[in-house]
């Protein structure tokens, strides 16, 4: 498989920004989702540099699989938080009545985009 770490990693940043529109835009759970799949494609764009493959959503499991030198446990609180977002935030089925765009507020979007921004962050010092 050809290392595409970069076309990853560009992706996550471009998906961290639709995360900061969203936010603009009062579209919260979208936000969140959009935050996970940033931190997501940052996580697997290092796993990508470091020739390993990343399999799932779970941001946990996935910096949790990394390699002990790489010392992402300090991403790991960030992560859960973000865990979170990637199934709620479009299914009206994750709450008894209502949707997603119901539950979502300005706070928990920003918090997500904080968390995402810690994990781009990370991933994208260990790839430059």
Same mark, same amino acid.
């Not at 499991?61 to 390699?67: A, E, I, K, V």
């Given at each position: ?41 940052? &996580? ?42 990637? &199934? ?24 997500? &985009?904080?968390?995402?921004?810690? &994990? ?9």
């Amino acid at each position: 498989m050809a290392e595409r770490s970069q076309d990853w990693f560009r992706q996550a940043e471009a998906d961290l920004r639709h995360a900061r529109h969203g936010v603009e835009d009062g579209d919260f759970e979208w936000a969140a989702f959009a935050a996970h799949q940033a931190a997501e494609k940052a &996580i697997k764009a290092l796993f990508q540099k470091l020739h390993l493959d990343a399999w799932g959503h779970a941001l946990s499991l996935l910096l949790g699989s990394l390699p002990e030198s790489v010392a992402a446990a300090p991403l790991l609180d960030a992560a859960k938080r973000l865990d979170k977002h990637y &199934i709620p935030t479009r299914y009206p089925n994750g709450f008894e009545r209502g949707a997603p765009v119901d539950f979502y507020t300005r706070g928990e979007a920003e918090q997500a &985009i904080a968390d995402a921004e810690e &994990i781009v962050g990370f991933c994208g010092g260990q790839i430059r």
